[in-house]
């Protein structure tokens, strides 16, 4: 069955980096594009990043766009997101999520894993 | 890119049906099939519900549905269960660099 199982979050200040990773299973994960969304402490979702199947076309919602990388390693069946100038309104479970198709870009996410959570606090 | 307007709350009894709507524009919900629903129990994670506008995955009860008319997309919940009690989320394809916008979400809370 397709499990996504995140790690890396934790506490860090206002400026510093953590790096997510989300190791994926019960799929074939290189012909998958894969997406990080965000949820802030008792508020929404939120889209963060997307990266196409093969590491080509990066997307990043504005607000990350300079901070964040989301890069892949197929070898490994895991997705990263690097998270550098951390800011207090990126503390949120963080979630990696798996594109529905493999072929079509539908822009839905069928599996997603149990989050991750980033706390940016001095 | 701003957020889907969803309405905060609805409520329904158990048996009826109730609709939630999400409003966008025409840059993302008037202007892509590509729009979706999750369901969210509190302390998890979403759950895909519809997507391409009314489109169920495998195992999904067809007791939701979902429309899209002009820029606003609806979902529907026939024969309310207690276990439908959650928060629900919109989503729409944006074709702009912020690939996918999500609504604020709305509770639905079953009587």
């Known amino acids: 069955q397709v499990q996504l199982v995140e790690s890396g979050g934790g506490v860090v200040q206002p400026g510093g980096s953590l790096r997510l990773a989300c190791a994926a299973s019960?799929?074939?994960?290189?012909?998958?594009?894969m997406h990080w969304v965000r949820q802030a402490p008792g508020k929404g979702l939120e889209w963060v990043a997307f990266l196409r199947y093969d590491g080509t076309n990066k997307y990043y919602v504005n607000s990350v766009k300079g901070r964040f990388t989301i890069s892949r390693d197929n070898s490994k069946n895991t997705l990263y997101l690097q998270m550098n100038s951390l800011r207090a309104e990126d503390t949120a479970v963080y979630y990696c999520a798996k594109e529905y198709d493999s072929v079509i870009g539908y822009y839905s996410f069928d599996y997603w894993g149990q989050g991750t959570l980033v706390t940016v606090s001095s | 890119q701003s957020a889907l307007t969803q309405p905060a709350s609805v409520s329904g009894s158990p048996g009826q049906s109730i609709t939630i709507s999400c409003t966008g524009t025409?840059?993302?919900?008037?202007?892509?099939?590509?729009v979706s629903w999750y369901q969210q129990h509190p302390g998890k994670a979403p759950k895909l519900m519809i997507y391409e506008v009314s489109n169920w995955p495998s195992g999904v009860s067809h007791r939701f549905s979902g429309s899209k008319s002009g820029n606003t997309a609806s979902l529907t919940i026939s024969g309310l269960q207690p276990e439908d009690e959650a928060d629900y989320y919109c989503s729409s394809y944006t074709g702009s660099t912020t690939l996918v916008v999500f609504g604020g979400g709305t509770k639905l809370t079953v009587l």
């Open positions: 019960g799929f074939t994960f290189n012909t998958y594009g």
């Open positions: 025409s840059s993302d919900i008037g202007g892509y099939k590509h």
